[in-house]
């Protein structure tokens, strides 16, 4: 696929982001920023009683591909379950994005990914809460 087109979704995504904002109630939030280029990203996700996303938010501030790449990353957990979400990994979210990007633009890119995957890890496994561990 032409990578303008993707080139101009990153635009758009920065313009008019997907799931900005914070959650009032999350299960979990975590935020972390890029020290070498500034961006910010904070990432909520409410889970529902069988541990899938119910619900997710992201805010921050930062270049259009940090930003552009926390719209996408999480509108495409949601539903999935905290394993899957775990699991998820940085070719996703590179696939996602759609564009090559330079090793410092690829450091923004993985921002969102890096926030959710130690928020995710900081959750409890839900099978030790059953007892099947």
Same mark, same amino acid.
Do not use: F, G, I, L
């Given at each position: 696929m032409d990578e303008s087109i993707y080139r101009e979704q990153i635009i758009d995504l920065y313009e008019h982001p997907l799931n900005h904002g914070q959650l009032e109630t999350? &299960?979990?939030?975590?935020?972390? &920023?890029?020290p070498l280029c500034g961006d910010v990203i904070r990432i909520d996700v409410k889970l529902d009683e069988n541990q899938r996303v119910a619900d997710v938010a992201w805010s921050g501030d930062g270049c259009a591909i940090s930003q552009a790449a926390a719209s996408l990353l999480t509108d495409e957990i949601k539903g999935k379950t905290l394993e899957e979400v775990r699991n998820f990994d940085k070719d996703e979210l590179l696939e996602l994005v759609g564009v090559k990007l330079s090793m410092a633009r690829v450091k923004c890119a993985l921002l969102s990914l890096k926030v959710l995957k130690a928020g995710a890890y900081g959750m409890p496994d839900p099978n030790e809460l059953r007892g099947n561990k």
């Open positions: 999350a &299960d979990w939030s975590y935020e972390e &920023d890029n």
